[in-house]
Nanobody, 115 residues
Framework: VQLQASGGGLVQPGGSLRLSCSTSGISFSAYAMSWYRQAPGKQRELVAHITQGGTLSYAESVKGRFTVSRTNAKNTVYLQMNSLKPEDTAVYYC??????????WGQGTLVTVSS
């Protein structure tokens, strides 16, 4: 099983980035997918979640700015991040969770928001 997160980088405040998490080795459509982030010195926190059926949920801090989506045909989940703020700086991780409580994590991609 592999989850490969990509798309991170350096962006100015107010800018946008699109993260991707491509998966292999799992029946992707059977998994709920989540994006987490961990800033330096802080605990990992849930950012966005999309269920197998496409129901979305977000952390309050990113509502209205971030959009999570998935393409089952490509075994990939995305996180579109707009109006980025310095406090969004973190390593972003994707997670796959099955109905039978199996979880897999990606390796993380660094997002830095700075002028």
């Amino acid at each position: 099983v592999q989850l490969q997160a990509s798309g991170g980088g350096l962006v100015q405040p107010g800018g946008s980035l699109r993260l991707s998490c491509s998966t292999s080795g799992i029946s992707f459509s059977a998994y709920a997918m989540s994006w987490y982030r961990q800033a330096p010195g802080k605990q990992r926190e849930l950012v966005a979640h999309i269920t197998q059926g496409g129901t979305l949920s977000y952390a309050e801090s990113v509502k209205g700015r971030f959009t999570v989506s998935r393409t089952n045909a490509k075994n990939t989940v995305y996180l579109q991040m707009n109006s980025l703020k310095p406090e969004d700086t973190a390593v972003y991780y994707c997670k796959a969770a099955s109905p039978w409580a199996t979880e897999y994590w990606g390796q993380g991609t660094l997002v830095t928001v700075s002028s």
